[in-house]
């Protein structure tokens, strides 16, 4: 198993004729990922191509979800219409939407959030790279890959990565692929203030996941959801969990790059978040270097 | 984005929420005009404040010696003379650094007495993503203090986006700062606008520090916004041309203009240790490997996840106007990029540039190997590390 999504899930594209989306529908196709429908309203009917596959395009999720039976999408909708798109991706009764688009209004978030209660479909996002469960073939693949991240750095095992930020993802996985380590599952949740899925979902879902041995869990200055999954962990963890959190060297009140990445009246530091993983008993990598190599240590 | 006191004053003003009266102005001359027309309109006292976006106004000092961001003008020819004592000179309060800011527009408002000062905030809860009205009886005050201080004395409502604010909600707030009669209806009328601004404009923040009950010249208490700050959700400007056309360039560093005008995120900090990075999370921990290995970063620098050629050329520009920058860390992970097109943009920057400064490039990713073997031979003297800790410390190093 894994956690989310395995090489069996069905993946549509919402947004797989825009230059970012096609982009990365072709490079989910050559992972091995089942993309099986793309939605551009007002191009029903036709067909993305790559590589001889040919992948259908529906006007609404709701027609793709009927025809090809997708139970999870990656929107690459752009920011004005993001809000709509995960809205209808809930409506059309999807388990698991990412939403990979960067630059959605916090308002609109605010209210998706707030529509989205009560329904089965989980949010992942939005300004996320999105996950990867690795497949069992060479550089990983047959995984399913929904999103933007590189597919080849994973390896198929054990680990479970969840993370805000996608490049310090990628460096986290390279870091226990290049030690003959594989990954379970590896979960960007996103930069943004206000997203869909938390550090606690994914670490909750780690630990009941009988594959996952071992997780690294990647923070950053902002909010307070790593000392939220800290304390969780901290009373109900099970399983060994390694730690880095972004941004000790930030200025307070300045957005640092992400828009959720800002210390603010003091809350959201670096040693407080670091402060709460060692209350939690989860092991302190000192740099970003350190992240793989703290988590085997703990694993010995 | 964050805009100034008095574009503050005019959003809200069109949501129906009280703010004294007066109006913002460039020249002396308007000053005085503004001034006479305030007294005439029967005003015994008024206020001039400096409108920068730094904080610690008040208590800040003009390079020129005058004392003091916001005054108060009992006579025509007093407020005239605080004006030609603002408009053009500079201003160092705690918040702007020793160079200060030019304060080129001043707020020449009605200074009505204060009798209560309260505090009023909407901000976004991201514990619960929903909107949360905060307001406190301790007004006028550091309410990072109250907080800490006297938590109890800080009420909050949150806001349900699918309804809105409720009117039940405001008479709650209204009721716990101890409102009664007119001002407790006044003040759930103003309630209600704060939270419409907020919505409406999209809003970070809006703060009201102190709102106040004053005394008109009649004699009759109001409850208005003596001061107010709002930051903007830079996402949302797309929609909001009005409010776009408030940016103040001239509050922003020229370093991060520039640098918007390539997708680049840019902070400039105070180190010597410059650093390029894709991706905001890595750009955040390069920063804080560098510091771990005892360097100082000189800035943040997200090229983005992709990073074209042009943009890596952009920021080493960028990175290079900066005259306390000793060395140069590139640290790039290339995903889905390929690795020997960052290496060729680096080795093209570097030569358009002319760059003199020690130079660590940490390349790690897709074709990472093909990228190594262009730096390699493009006979430029740079050192490369082989992860971020390695080259961190080889950064450090360089530059002593």
């Known amino acids: 198993m894994a956690i989310l999504v395995t090489p069996q899930t069905k993946v549509l594209v919402q947004g797989i004729t825009g230059s970012f989306g096609a982009r990365h529908a072709q490079l989910s196709l050559d992972y091995g990922t089942q993309v099986v429908a793309g939605v551009t309203p007002g191009k029903g009917g036709q067909f993305f191509e790559h590589k001889g596959t040919k992948v259908p395009i529906f006007d609404t999720v709701a027609d793709a979800v009927k025809q090809t039976g997708a139970t999870a999408s990656a929107v690459f909708v752009p920011p004005p219409f993001a809000a709509d798109a995960i809205l209808e991706g809930v409506d059309a009764g999807l388990e698991l939407v990412v939403a990979i688009t960067e630059g959605i209004p916090v308002r609109d978030m605010v209210a998706v959030k707030r529509a989205m209660g009560g329904s089965k479909t989980r949010l992942i996002g939005p300004n996320c790279p999105g996950l990867v469960t690795p497949g069992t073939g060479p550089d990983s693949h047959g995984g399913c890959r929904i999103g933007i991240a590189p597919g080849y750095i994973h390896k198929k095992g054990h680990i479970g990565v969840v993370s805000r930020s996608g490049t310090l993802t990628y460096e986290a996985v390279y870091q226990l692929t290049t030690r003959g380590v594989g990954q379970s599952t590896c979960v960007g949740i996103g930069g943004d203030p206000v997203n869909g899925t938390s550090h606690l979902d994914v670490i909750q879902m780690f630990m009941a996941d009988p594959e996952t041995h071992g997780i690294i869990m990647i923070g950053e200055i902002g909010g307070s959801a790593e000392e939220e999954a800290a304390d969780w962990i901290r009373q109900h963890g099970t399983k060994p969990v390694a730690g880095f959190i972004a941004g000790a060297t930030a200025p307070p009140g300045r957005r640092m790059g992400h828009a959720g990445a800002i210390v603010s009246g003091g809350k959201g530091t670096a040693e407080a978040k670091i402060e709460a993983f060692r209350a939690a008993g989860i092991g302190i990598a000192a740099t970003p270097s350190d992240m793989a190599d703290t988590l085997l240590k703990m694993m010995k | ?400």
Not at chain 2, 40 to 64: D, E, M, P, W, Y
Not at chain 2, 155 to 167: I, R, S
Not at chain 2, 196 to 205: G, R, S, V
């Open chain 2, 1 to 400: 984005m964050n805009i100034h006191e008095y574009q503050a004053k005019q959003l809200l003003k069109q949501y129906g929420v009280a703010v004294p009266p007066g109006e913002p102005c460039t020249t002396v001359a308007e000053a005085r005009a503004i001034s006479e027309k305030l007294f005439n309109a029967g005003q015994k006292l008024l206020v001039i404040k400096s409108q920068i976006h730094a904080g610690g106004r008040g208590k800040g000092t003009f390079t020129h010696g005058f004392q003091g961001g916001v005054k108060l003008a009992k006579t025509l020819d007093e407020a005239v003379h605080i004006a030609e004592n603002m408009l053009g000179k500079t201003l160092v309060t705690k918040q702007t650094g020793p160079d200060g800011r030019v304060v080129s527009t001043i707020l020449v408002a009605g200074a009505e007495k204060i009798k209560r000062e309260f505090y009023l905030a909407v901000l976004l809860d991201r514990a619960n993503s929903r909107p949360l009205i905060m307001a406190s009886t301790e007004g006028g005050v550091d309410i990072e203090e109250v907080a800490e201080k006297t938590p109890e004395k800080i009420v909050k409502e949150w806001v349900d986006p699918a309804v809105g604010l409720q009117a039940f909600q405001a008479r709650k707030i209204a009721s716990a700062l101890g409102l009664k009669g007119d001002l407790f209806n006044q003040a759930c009328k103003l309630i209600a606008g704060v939270y419409k601004t907020w919505w409406e404009c999209d809003a970070a923040m809006v703060e009201i520090n102190p709102l106040a009950i004053c005394e008109t010249p009649e004699g009759k208490e109001t409850i208005v916004c003596v001061d107010a700050k709002i930051g903007l959700d830079d996402n949302a400007l797309y929609r909001h041309k009005d409010i776009l056309a408030m940016r103040d360039l001239a509050e922003e560093s020229p370093l991060e203009v520039e640098a918007s005008k390539f997708s680049l995120n840019y902070i400039k900090l105070d180190g010597n240790i410059a650093c390029l990075v894709n991706g905001a999370g890595l750009a955040m921990s390069t920063m804080d490997i560098i510091q771990h290995f005892g360097g100082s970063p000189a800035n943040f620098l997200d090229v983005g996840g992709g990073a074209s050629k042009e943009q890596v050329t952009a920021a080493f520009k960028i990175i290079l106007t900066d005259p306390s920058v000793k060395g140069i860390l590139v640290n790039i992970f290339g995903g889905i990029m390929d690795c020997n097109v960052i290496a060729t943009g680096i080795v093209e920057a570097v030569k358009e540039t002319g760059l003199t400064l020690p130079l660590v490039v940490r390349l790690e990713g897709n074709n990472v190997k093909a990228g190594q073997q262009t730096l390699a031979t493009s006979g430029l003297t740079l050192i490369t590390g082989d992860t971020m800790a390695d080259a961190a410390q080889k950064v450090v190093k360089a530059v002593g």
